[in-house]
């Protein structure tokens, strides 16, 4: 949940001014959900892009801490895609990551966009990217409460395993990806079938973004029992965030995942 900016402790704000000089703009984005404050903060030093999260307890970190922490470990190993994480802070009960600013547009991932291209580039360009020894996180962690044999999704690969329009900065010269809470290792076809859902809610019929996918390899050589696996655990899976979420964005996305399950389950 997004707060203010003054709830941030000072001692977290001082060190945030060490990048920009005394702060005198702070815009919150507009996307995104995954920490408490989320803002393009600036100085007479210049901007950064902040991120930060307050703890449960003094020592206990909290599901938005944790995330933060997991995109503070990862970053350096993934600079090819990713903003520069300049700085870290943690005082006063809040954990705040501080990236260079980068203005860019989000993608659009909508039937004939030309930002299907880069999302084509970006997918390929992870698929060969070894996941880092630092990473000791799983993706079939996540459908455990709904698959009772994981392993078709357990492997090896780095998943960005969020890899939806808003994560997406595209700039004249360079495409960035944000937000790595989710990043995990797993099998490689579960990239692209993450993206089934975003496709759908951009406009795409569930044959046809079957058929766009399969210009992945790791897609095209899944066995199409674990794709049906994969697509009945995503829509179980969000049956269930249903029942802490019933945000329109959250709704919309339960029902993408069903109509995908329905496409291939009948």
Request: hydrophobic share 45%.
């Amino acid at each position: 949940m997004r707060i203010d900016w003054t709830e941030l402790p000072a001692e977290i704000r001082v060190a945030i001014e060490d990048h920009t000089g005394t702060i005198t703009d702070v815009r919150p984005a507009s996307e995104g959900n995954h920490a408490n404050i989320a803002s393009t903060v600036s100085g007479p030093h210049g901007s950064v892009f902040v991120k930060a999260a307050r703890k449960v307890a003094t020592d206990q970190n909290g599901p938005e801490v944790r995330s933060l922490r997991w995109e503070s470990a990862i970053n350096p190993h993934v600079s090819e895609f990713t903003p520069q994480l300049v700085g870290t802070a943690e005082a006063g009960g809040w954990l705040a990551l501080i990236f260079e600013q980068v203005d860019g547009r989000h993608a659009d991932f909508s039937p004939e966009s030309p930002d299907l291209a880069v999302l084509t580039e970006v997918v390929n360009a992870l698929q060969r990217t070894p996941a880092p020894d630092a990473l000791k996180k799983y993706v079939e962690r996540r459908w455990e409460s709904v698959v009772q044999d994981v392993s078709p999704i357990a492997g090896d690969c780095l998943i960005h395993a969020d890899l939806n329009p808003a994560n997406f900065l595209i700039t004249p010269g360079r495409v960035y990806l944000v937000d790595w809470a989710f990043v995990a290792r797993g099998t490689a076809w579960v990239e692209p079938a993450l993206l089934m859902p975003w496709l759908l809610r951009a406009g795409h019929e569930p044959a046809e973004a079957e058929k766009w996918l399969l210009r992945f390899a790791s897609w095209a050589d899944a066995e199409p029992d674990h794709l049906d696996l994969f697509a009945g655990a995503f829509a179980a899976k969000w049956k269930i965030n249903l029942k802490t979420s019933s945000e329109p964005w959250a709704v919309q996305h339960a029902r993408a995942a069903q109509t995908w399950a329905d496409y291939r389950l009948g």
